[in-house]
C-alpha cells in the first residue's frame, strides 16, 4: 500500500488562486494521503495587524508569547480551517489537526545547548517518538484526510511552533510502519530547487546528496532551501520511498517539472 | 449507555484559573462526554487589538468578513487548540473541531427573510440535518473526546460563525440516536438562572417551561439568558434526558448549586 504525504507551502498559501489549485491537485491524487501546511507570512500580516514586532535572528522567527498566540491563531485558526472548508467544498473529506488534537506531534521546547545559542521561543523538536501514527492510520481506515498544521504540543499543556517541513519529514517517515511505499511532496510556488533564483525555468531535475553537499558549501543555493533539503534527505535516509521538490501541478501530471531527491 | 455533552462559555473562557477548574472538573467526568465551548469576549480583544470594528445589533454579533476570520482565528486556533493541549495534559484525549473537520457541522447562511431583518452577516445556522454524528460516535470509540469550537461550514467552501449553546443542544439531540441517555450542562460563572442579576445566590433550583414562559415574559431574566433556555428547551423537547445550567464544579459533586431545567 502506498501513501502521499503532500507539503504546501511558501507563496501557495498567501495567494488564494495559487491555494485554491493546490488543494485541487491534492484532491486528485488517488488513495491515501496527508496534507501538511505552512503558513509563515500569513502570521507576518496578523502580527503587523495586532501590533506585535516580528523578530528574526538569521532569518529564522523567534516565537516570543504573543507570536506564538499569532501563529496558532493563523496557523491552526485561519490558514487550516479554511483548507479543511475549501477541501471539504471538493469532497475530499478533511480534518484537521494540530500536534495536540489526539496527541498527534508531541515535541520538546528547544533548548540553547549553549550560553551562545540562538533562544527561538516557543519552538518545539520532533523526535522519532513524536508522530502518534495511530490515529493518521485510524482517519485513513475512515476515509478521513489528515490536514496538519506547524503547531506542536509537549503533552504539559504548551502549544509550540514548529516547521512544516520537519512535520512532513517526520509524518512521512513515521507512517513507513504502516505503508510499503511513502512519497513525500513538497510543493511550494516554484518547478524545482532553482540553479539561479532570477531563472524560474533553471530547477535541479535531480539532486543525489553528494550534489547537495556540493551546492550547500558554495552557497549556490537559497538560504531558505537548505533546511528544506535535509528534510528531504532525513526522508530518504529513514525508509521514505520518493520525495519531491516543486509545483503542486506535478501531483497530478506527473511531468519531469520538478527536482527529484536521491540518496 | 449514557454520554455528557458540556458546553463552557461566559467568563470560564476568559479567565485561565477559571478555565483551567473548568478543565479539571470535565476531565473528571466518567464514560463518554464531548466538550463545545464558545469565547465571545476573546474575540472582542482580538477584534480590538487588530483594529476591526466590532458591530452589535440588539446584543448580538454583526459578523462581517474580517470579523469572520477574527473569530475562526480566535475560536478554532487559540481558545480551541489551548483547551486541547490542556486536556491532554490531563491525561485526556482530546481532539479539537470546527464545523468543517471531517464535516461534522454543516450549516447554511443565515437569511434576511424581510427586508426589515437584521443582516447578521456569515452567521450559520444548523438545521437537524447539521451534525454528522458518526464522526463523534467513531471518536467515542476510539476513546477521543471531541472539543468543539462555534464555527460551522456551509460544504461549499465557506466557515460561519454560530452560537456555541446551539450547537450543544443540536450535539445532544443528535447524540440520542446512539446513547439511551444524554445529559447536557451548560456552565458558566454563575450558580444556575439568577432571580436577581445582582445577587450570585439568588439562582432557580428548577424552571419548567410555564416557569420559563412567564419570567420572559416579565423580563425578570436577562436577555442573554433566554436564548440559552430556549435551546435548553429545544433539547429536552427532543429526547435529551437532563439539562441543567451553572458552575462547571458541579459536573463532579453533584449538588444542588444549579439550575434544572424540565419541561
Known amino acids: 500500500m502506498k501513501i502521499h504525504v503532500v507539503k504546501i507551502g511558501g507563496n501557495l498559501i498567501n495567494d488564494q488562486k495559487f491555494l485554491d489549485s493546490s488543494l485541487e491537485a491534492f484532491c486528485q491524487i488517488k488513495g491515501n494521503k496527508v496534507l501538511i501546511h505552512g503558513g509563515g507570512r500569513k502570521a507576518n500580516i496578523v502580527s503587523d495587524q495586532m501590533g506585535i514586532t516580528k523578530k528574526f535572528l ?38 484537521g489537526l494540530c500536534g495536540a488534537d489526539g496527541n498527534c506531534m508531541k515535541s520538546y521546547l528547544r533548548l540553547k545547548k549553549t550560553k551562545t545559542d540562538i533562544d527561538y521561543g516557543y519552538v518545539g523538536d520532533l523526535t522519532n517518538q513524536s508522530i502518534n501514527i495511530s490515529l493518521i492510520k485510524l ?73 547537495f553537499q556540493k551546492i550547500k558549501k558554495n552557497h549556490s543555493i537559497s538560504n531558505g532551501m537548505v533546511p528544506k533539503l535535509e528534510n528531504a534527505f532525513f526522508a530518504l535516509n529513514n525508509g521514505v520511498s520518493k520525495v519531491s521538490i516543486g509545483l503542486p501541478y506535478y501531483l497530478i501530471n506527473d511531468v519531469n517539472n520538478k527536482t527529484i531527491l536521491c540518496l
Chains 1, 2 share one sequence.
Open 139 to 211: 482517519m485513513m481506515e475512515n476515509h478521513i484526510v489528515p490536514v496538519l498544521c506547524p503547531i506542536t504540543h509537549n503533552g504539559k499543556g504548551d502549544l509550540f511552533n514548529t516547521n512544516a517541513d520537519t512535520i512532513a519529514a517526520y509524518i512521512a517517515i513515521s507512517l513507513k510502519k504502516y505503508y510499503e511505499e511513502v512519497e513525500l511532496h513538497f510543493c511550494f510556488e516554484k518547478k524545482g530547487v532553482l540553479r539561479n533564483i532570477h531563472d524560474s525555468g533553471s530547477y535541479y531535475p535531480k539532486i543525489d546528496f553528494r550534489l
Open 58 to 95: 538569521q532569518g529564522r522567527r523567534i516565537t516570543d508569547k504573543k507570536t506564538l498566540d499569532v501563529v496558532v491563531m493563523t496557523y491552526a485558526g485561519l490558514i487550516n480551517k479554511n483548507i479543511v472548508a475549501k477541501l471539504q467544498s471538493y469532497n475530499c473529506n478533511a480534518l
